[in-house]
Antibody
Framework: QVQLVQSGAEVRKPGSSVKVSCKVS????????FNWVRQAPGQGLEWMGG????????NYAQKLQGRVTITADESTSTAYMELSNLRSEDTAVYYC????????????????WGQGTLVTVSS | DIVMTQSPDSLAVSLGERATIHCKSS????????????LAWYQQKPGQPPKLLIY???TRESGVPDRFSGSGSGTDFTLTISSLQAEDVAVYYC??????????FGGGTKVEIK
């Protein structure tokens, strides 16, 4: 049974950074793509970026380029998402999600999701 | 980027009746090499992460009740709940994972009981 367990809620001041972790258990880690998706209060889902640990490749949403960094630690099967220069509009629940199968060529649907981490940005 | 447009934004359906949600992509998400549409549907209940219901436009995820079905190809897709149950009250999202990055989601459709 694959499980993604995320770190707890965070409160940050504008201009600071936050790093959210996503520990994976019960399945292979390195060969799957892990994506980060956020959801502002009462809003829809927004893809932030993703990583494929075995290839050490990352992709980011253009609007977050320069502020978001996604990494993976294969030794602990943990993915991380760091967001810097936080603004009030970054207040959201942040989810990590694993794709359904190892990529052949194209991305896959998001089968496993973490429980979500609420990040609140407030002065 | 591929833009995903869902309709309606919300709908209210009586218990046992059919609910139909539409999703349109700004470009085709059909991969000709394997003839699969890279379109997924998710269900999200309050306070929970999204749950994968349908992938490749019409393949039901394991454990998903067969009252949920997906159809469509190219740019036009539909999620149908054949007989709405109380536990189906949720927000439903479509998502394309063909031309990435970025993965893109529709705006969501809220399903309620009439």
């Amino acid at each position: 049974q694959v499980q993604l367990v995320q770190s707890g809620a965070e409160v940050r001041k504008p201009g600071s950074s936050v790093k959210v972790s996503c520990k994976v258990s019960g399945g292979s880690f390195s060969s799957y793509a892990f994506n980060w998706v956020r959801q502002a209060p009462g809003q829809g889902l927004e893809w932030m970026g993703g990583i494929i640990p075995i290839f050490d490749t990352t992709n980011y949403a253009q609007k977050l380029q320069g502020r978001v960094t996604i990494t993976a630690d294969e030794s602990t099967s943990t993915a991380y998402m760091e967001l810097s220069n936080l603004r009030s509009e970054d207040t959201a629940v942040y989810y990590c999600a694993r794709e359904k199968r190892s990529r052949d060529l194209l991305a896959e649907a998001l089968e496993y999701w973490g429980q979500g981490t609420l990040v609140t940005v407030s002065s | 980027d591929i833009v995903m447009t869902q309709s309606p934004d919300s709908l209210a359906v009586s218990l046992g009746e059919r609910a139909t949600i539409h999703c349109k992509s700004s470009q085709s998400v059909l991969y000709s090499s394997n003839n699969k549409n890279y379109l997924a549907w998710y269900q999200q209940k309050p306070g929970q992460p999204p749950k994968l219901l349908i992938y490749w436009a019409s393949t039901r995820e394991s454990g998903v009740p067969d009252r949920f079905s997906g159809s469509g190809s190219g740019t036009d897709f539909t999620l149908t709940i054949s007989s709405l149950q109380a536990e189906d009250v949720a927000v439903y999202y479509c998502q394309q994972h063909y031309r990435t990055p970025p993965l893109t989601f529709g705006g969501g459709t809220k399903v309620e009981i009439k």
